[in-house]
């Protein structure tokens, strides 16, 4: 019963350096979505892949790019950090927009 | 746009206490609602999902209710136990897009 995995659960990174968050679900879902929680802001998306071989923006995509790798796997990628993204950052994924969301256990990556 | 508010946004009881979480949105034009808890430092857990035309769910001590034309959900917590203290989330699935939106949440202490 793994669900959404994802990787690494903490981080921490220097400003302007790189890396990508992974996520990869088992329940052959067809959507996926990267959400960042912060306090007092709530939970926000980032990007948001419909379906294998499709990804579209969220609310606050600027400073990551996603990657759709399979119908399995969803990456987030910081360019060039910024202690503004410093966050705890959530991978989620669906069959429909009819269906429940299931969520990972997060990545919590600090900025410095 | 839409917007989910939760009230309150902490709330403390004695154990035993049935008692009311609510979340209201702005936009009746949804797919579904979802609630969701979210223990300290550790990812979502989906509890109930209600479809737009559905007027409330069920799953053992937990009941949510959808009003749609009113902008309302409530979810209903019988006999509390110190277990159930966590953050409790609602969020919905806006028509004509595929995310979720998301309340503030209400973060929920049960005293033994």
């Known amino acids: 019963n793994a669900g959404v995995t994802q990787t690494p659960k903490f981080q921490v990174l220097k400003t302007g350096q790189s890396m990508t968050l992974q996520c990869a679900q088992d329940m052959n879902h067809n959507s996926m979505y990267w959400y960042r929680q912060d306090p007092g802001m709530g939970l926000r998306l980032i990007y948001y892949?419909?379906?294998?071989?499709?990804?579209d923006k969220g609310e606050v995509p600027n400073g990551y790019n996603v990657s759709r790798l399979n119908k399995r796997e969803f990456s987030l990628r910081l360019e060039s950090a910024a202690p503004s993204q410093t966050s705890v950052y959530f991978c989620a994924s669906s069959a429909s927009i009819y269906t429940e969301a299931f969520f990972g256990q997060g990545t919590r990556l600090t900025v410095v | 746009k839409q917007e989910v508010t939760q009230i309150p946004a902490a709330l403390s009881v004695p154990e035993g206490e049935n008692l009311v979480l609510n979340c209201s949105f702005t936009d009746s034009a949804i797919y579904n609602l979802q609630w969701f808890r979210q223990d300290p430092g550790k990812g979502l857990t989906s509890l109930l999902l209600?479809?737009?035309?559905?007027r409330e769910q069920t799953s053992g001590r937990l009941n949510a209710s959808l009003d749609k034309s009113s902008g309302r959900s409530t979810l209903y917590i019988a006999a509390s136990q110190p277990g159930d203290s966590a953050t409790y989330l609602c969020?919905?699935?806006?028509?004509?897009?595929?995310?979720?939106?998301f309340g503030q949440g209400t973060r929920l202490t049960i005293n033994p």
């Open positions: 892949s419909a379906s294998e071989g499709t990804t």
């Open positions: 209600i479809q737009s035309s559905q």
């Open positions: 969020a919905v699935r806006i028509q004509g897009a595929q995310k979720l939106v």
